[in-house]
């Protein structure tokens, strides 16, 4: 189990080696380009090297791209829906430039059409992605905090997504902070294991490759997509000790998307206190 954190990629790559040893980082998660603009950033052959060496020798991977923010899957406008399945396809490539494992995305919202009502769109929308992206990739859902019509905020919305398309580059991301917030009481011993087994039968815990490690500002099943620094929420350090202890995340990169107690993103004392806990788990 690595302790990683979304880094900030202002500057470029590079840069974002740099801040990412600074706060003790195990492996990282970055964005591709501007999280809030459709434009796709450059990025030379140059940067990409020192970027894939840095990685290496600061033993930073796994590394995961993050989708942009604008992504609807579910959009019915025509163009967006077009831009969307762009953007995520030049993440795909850029990934496999980069030497990154995939691409977490959130898949958007239904607007309050119904989950049914959007099925068959999103499952082609993925589809037009997976057609065009290089083949060991990993095209990653993030499930939803469930505000809006987000779409993944129950295992089964992403398990349908999941079984429809019959792609091994199809996984998982699990956000803690999205999971609480969705009604799944993982800070309880109880409640986890129900979470996992829910989870294992509906999409299958093969798939679930990355999780997003955050405290939660707000209450079990409130529907909100608010992050807290670890410790300072509603899960609390007995309820991340009792994720970090479960079997089903031995094995994954743990990335802190944290507002940070300088409100400038995860920090040091985020990946410390993650790492304490780490250092409680029986092995
Ligand atoms: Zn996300
Ligand atoms: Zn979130």
Redesign the pocket.
Same mark, same amino acid.
């Given at each position: 189990m690595k302790i990683g954190a979304h880094i900030k990629t202002a500057g470029g790559l590079v840069p974002a080696l740099e801040r990412a040893v600074g706060i003790g980082a195990e492996a990282m998660q970055i964005f591709g380009s501007q999280p809030h603009m459709w434009r796709r950033r450059n990025h030379s052959d140059e940067d990409v090297a020192v970027f894939m060496e840095g990685v290496r020798e600061y033993d930073l991977g796994p590394v995961f791209l993050h989708g942009i923010y604008l992504i609807n899957l579910a959009a019915d406008d025509e163009a967006l829906l077009e831009k969307s399945i762009g953007a995520l396809t030049w993440d795909m490539k850029l990934c496999e430039r980069i030497g990154a494992q995939g691409v977490i995305f959130h898949l958007g919202s239904h607007k309050g059409g119904g989950y049914d009502a959007v099925f068959d769109r999103v499952c082609a929308a993925v589809s037009k992605v997976l057609e065009d992206s290089p083949p060991n990739v990993r095209l990653t859902l993030e499930n939803s905090?469930g505000s809006g019509g987000t779409i993944g905020r129950r295992f089964d919305e992403l398990g349908r997504i999941v079984k429809c398309l019959g792609d091994d580059r199809v996984c998982v991301c699990l %956000?803690t902070? !999205?999971t609480f917030a969705s009604g799944y009481d993982i800070a309880s011993r109880d409640g986890l294991e129900k979470a996992i087994e829910e989870f294992d039968r509906e999409v299958g815990l093969e798939r679930l490759v990355a999780v997003h490690a955050?405290d939660s500002k707000v209450e079990l099943g409130a529907n909100r %997509?608010r !992050?807290e620094n670890i410790g300072e929420g509603l899960i609390g350090t007995a309820g991340f000790e009792n994720v970090l202890s479960h079997q089903a995340f031995a094995e994954l990169p743990f990335y802190l998307?944290v507002p940070g107690f300088e409100g400038t993103g995860p920090d040091t004392e985020n990946v410390d206190r993650l790492k304490a806990i780490r250092g409680k788990v029986p092995a």
């Open positions: 905090a %956000d902070q !999205h955050n %997509d !992050h998307e």
